[in-house]
């Protein structure tokens, strides 16, 4: 058992509620959100951050002591990564994102250049046990919310999916948060696909939700087709214990992505909740693309937002092609919460 003091602290690594004063140990357990420490190796000039643990996002560089958590990342933009089978004090891994998930790299973006190198130093520990020095490996299950699932009372949810990552969905879901808490509803919201990142729920707190959790809360560094249904159901059930009056849930990736949004908005019960459904797309074939296979689902787009909505070109398309309701939320975001808004209101208990 060694001691040693991180200078930073992963986003990822935040549910196991570790300090930067840590113990480890080179009895590592090769599963998905198990907290590693690592040292950085070389030094970057694109993708050079890290987002800690408070949410902030703080330089990392050669030399630097950091937690972060073993996962897989399958990014279109970003890296693509997987858990090795094995990981041993020593070995080098990578930095898949920006909450430090920790894998191997098996393929990138050019726009995010090579990952981070990481080498190995040891398992951190946690010590469950009161006045007793023994550890058991930390994870991120470890201050996870509940996971018990009760539906007494489900509000009217407002799902945001894309066709892709970066395609708008949180700023939309954001634009609703804050439109209709100013109409005086209360929102909650949630992430429930994609891979560990605090930014987003932090960013729908400062929109106006009331309380936000993310698949990451639920103790899941990285949803597959495989758990991204039952932590979206554990979301629900755990936000819907606020009451409030809608729950705005933003599907990262796109829904022909690799991280279980399909699974989830084929669920049986997850759709007899769903009462509007927002759909971002970067253009007009992904959009006439996505409300096609939405359609074989049983799932009816009310609202278009994204890039294809940035001028009247793919406004127009929207309108005129697809027959559905075009709404930019970056540069007038009124008609997109007016359309949330009356979707969502005849369905809102007093």
Known sequence: MKRVKLDKIGSAAFRAGISRDVYLTDEIVTEEGYVVAGRILNDKSVYNQLENSEGRMVPLKSGDCIAGVLGHRNALHGYEGRLPEKVNRGDRIH???????????????????????????????????????????????????SNDLNFRKVPPLVAVVGTCMNSGKTLAACEIINGLVKKGLRVAAGKVTGVALRQDILRMIDYGAIEALSFADAGVVATASDTAKVVTRCLISNLSRSNPDVIVLEFGDGIFGDYG??????????????????LCANDPAGAWGACRFLKRLGIEVQVVSGPVTDNEVGRSFIQKRLGLTPANARTNPEPLIKKVYGEVKPNVVS
């Open 95 to 145: 930095v898949l994102n920006l909450g430090g998930v920790l894998g191997e790299c098996t393929s990138y973006n050019p726009d995010v250049g090579t990952p981070f190198e990481v080498e190995v130093l040891g398992a951190v520990l946690h010590f469950p046990y009161i006045g007793k020095r023994v550890g058991i490996p930390a994870h991120i299950k470890l201050k996870a919310i």
């Open 261 to 278: 949004v399909q699974s989830v908005l084929d669920d049986v019960e997850v759709k007899q909740w769903l009462h509007t459904v927002v």
